[in-house]
């Protein structure tokens, strides 16, 4: 595990380099290091600088959740391509060297605030989705991931997940059984993604959306989407069915929104949005998208559900411990896929023009 103190100690050695001098936010200042916030895969320390109110983040790849040893270079180059929706961070420098500093490292915008309050800020939120999957995004800039084939996509990544948790022996046998059939369910319907494929609306996605990774700043009445890890080009239902999941809204709150609450959402959503056809076809977007959204996060939960108990070196956080304990009960599972299991879904197998 790497040391963070040490890892600050690093960066003030750093900032004093030529190379770090040649920055222009960096550049004729001193600042002040401290940490800011430490994840999975990143460590995120703020520099506040001595000589005028200059704040800045310095973030270290420390892991990825996409497998890319250009990690870091993956999201600054995200961030360059949505610097002019005014909803995410600005990006200042890259560095994946990896000579400095054994990790890629970036340097961004630092945005005070607090994190989405759902009974507040989801109509802000649905602005800020609408801002970013309306960027326009040049084909040769275009180095995204692409969910050409997002349900097989998803499912193949369930099924990998899954059978972490299927050959554990800590695995609670009833639990195994349901998740196997919905499992078989998914496989059974993820040719219904031919409905995006006949209908594609290609944009950039966030994929991570909880109310954590969005920052509120009240006084200055602005919201971003901070945290861009794992980007990916493809459907707006991937973000918008994951916002609204229960899964997302229960991972750092108690809140788990209604259906009237999920279509003011929806609705808020469209009144931003301009091309008329996405407007026309969105709930059906979202519709297809949803059990597979739900899955998802079922499946990393079971995954890091035994990985915490057994194989997971990283920094374990009590809350994502107590989280994952809380959504691997059966009754929680069953509450988001007896609807399905239970009945077929009436699915339209070709878009509405």
Not at 73 to 82: F, G, I, M, Q, V
Not at 161 to 189: C, G, K, N
Request: hydrophobic residues 40%.
């Amino acid at each position: 595990m790497i040391d963070s103190h040490a890892m600050q100690t690093q960066i003030e050695k750093y900032l004093r380099t030529p190379e770090a001098l040649r920055i222009p936010e960096i550049g004729g200042r001193e600042f002040h290091v401290t940490l800011l916030a430490r994840g999975e895969y990143n460590l995120n320390y703020l520099l506040t600088s001595q000589t005028d109110d200059r704040q800045c983040v310095f973030r270290v790849n420390i892991g990825t959740q996409i497998n890319r040893a250009d990690q870091i270079l993956y999201e600054y180059r995200a961030l360059k391509l949505l610097a002019g929706s005014g909803v995410t961070p600005v990006p200042y420098m890259v560095d994946d060297s990896r000579e400095f500093f054994p990790q890629g490292i970036l340097l961004m915008e630092y945005l005070p605030g607090e994190p989405l309050d759902y009974r507040r800020d989801t109509d802000d939120a649905a602005r800020v989705f609408a801002a970013i999957h309306q960027v326009d995004v040049p084909v040769e800039q275009n180095h995204l991931i692409r969910e050409d084939a997002p349900l097989s996509l998803i499912y193949g990544e369930c099924a990998r997940l899954l059978d972490v948790y299927f050959t554990s022996e800590l695995a609670d046998p009833e639990i195994r059984a349901y998740l196997q059939e919905v499992l078989a369910w998914m496989d059974a319907h993820r040719g219904e993604e031919r409905y995006y494929q006949a209908d594609p609306w290609p944009c950039i996605v966030n994929t991570e959306v909880n109310s954590g990774n969005f920052i509120v700043n009240r006084d200055l009445q602005t919201i971003h989407l901070v945290d861009w890890e794992m980007p990916r080009w493809g459907d707006p239902s991937q973000d918008l069915s994951h916002f609204c999941a229960p899964l997302t809204t229960l991972w750092k709150t108690t809140f788990r929104m209604t259906d009237a609450q999920k279509r003011a959402f929806l609705n808020a959503y469209k009144a931003h949005i301009k091309d008329s056809h996405l407007r026309d076809t969105l709930d059906e977007r979202v519709r297809l998208r949803d059990p597979f959204v739900y899955l998802r996060g079922i499946s990393w939960s079971a995954m890091g559900w035994v990985a915490y108990q057994t194989t997971f070196s990283g920094m374990k956080n009590q809350d994502t411990w107590d989280k994952l304990q809380q959504y691997m009960q059966l009754e929680f599972i069953r509450s988001l896929f007896d609807p399905y299991l239970g009945g077929e879904l009436i699915i339209s197998l070709s878009p509405t023009n």
